[in-house]
């Protein structure tokens, strides 16, 4: 079975330090990986993917996460928090083995503070 | 230009009503799809099509059914609308299903059932 665990609901920083999120996955398939964020009252938007190619993935905005297969991982970070990145982050696993799944973990809502 | 748009942005009904809600995309994508976003803001997958074919179907009742006159619209009508369908209702599309295609999210529809 497939599953997605974003370990922290809410995260606050100060604007200027590093933003770390966190996300645990499971699958019994090989995963296609995701990070979107949700601004207020907006659709979500892509940051990054992950699809069996490098383990270390680039995004938009600065961010990055590194796919870690050994302990099930694909965190999310930033090296400087900006006011702007105020806003609900989702980690997301897509497996296409055998039939569809799309799963979105819980959601980590990130506050900026100046 | 709007990528993914839906229509209304808000839908405030009785209990018992029937609505629509319509959603087009300009991308010329072969997928759409629909998710629910519940107050606590977890996401879940309602329905995809792929070339106007239903390929997903999770645990949705049956008053909701996805309809695709053609690749760039996917409609969801609601019959019987009920207090716990109060949600935001997003589409999205992407070039195809596999995992590595980027998702393209609308603004949402706002559903508040009375």
């Known amino acids: 079975a497939q599953s997605v665990t974003q370990l922290d609901s809410h995260v606050s920083v100060s604007e200027g330090t590093p933003v770390l999120l966190r996300c645990n996955y499971s699958?019994?398939?090989?995963?296609?990986l995701f990070w979107y964020v949700q601004h207020p009252n907006k659709g979500l938007q892509l940051l990054l993917k992950?699809?069996?190619?490098?383990?270390l993935v680039k995004g938009i905005n600065g961010f990055e996460a590194e796919f870690k297969k050994s302990e099930t991982s694909f965190h999310l970070t930033k090296p400087s928090a900006h006011m702007s990145d105020a806003a609900e982050y989702f980690c997301v696993v897509i497996t296409t083995s055998g039939t569809y799944k799309y799963i979105f973990g819980t959601g980590t809502r990130l506050k900026v503070l100046a | 230009d709007t990528a993914v748009s839906q229509t209304p942005k808000y839908l405030v009904t009785q209990m018992g009503n029937d609505k629509s809600i319509k959603c087009e995309q300009n991308l010329g994508h072969d997928t759409m799809y629909w998710y629910k976003q519940d107050s606590k803001k977890f996401l879940k997958i309602m329905f995809s099509?792929?070339?106007?074919?239903?390929?997903i179907n999770e645990t949705v009742p049956n008053r909701f059914s996805p309809k695709s006159p053609d690749k760039a619209h996917l409609n969801l009508h609601i019959n019987s609308l009920e207090l716990g369908d109060s949600a935001v209702y997003f589409c999205?599309?992407?070039?195809?299903?596999?995992?590595?295609?980027?998702?393209?999210f609308g603004p949402g529809t706002r559903l508040t059932v009375t």
């Open positions: 992950y699809t069996s190619a490098a383990t």
């Open positions: 999205a599309s992407s070039r195809g299903l596999a995992g590595n295609y980027e998702q393209y």
């Open positions: 099509y792929n070339n106007k074919e239903l390929i």
């Open positions: 699958s019994s398939y090989s995963p296609s």
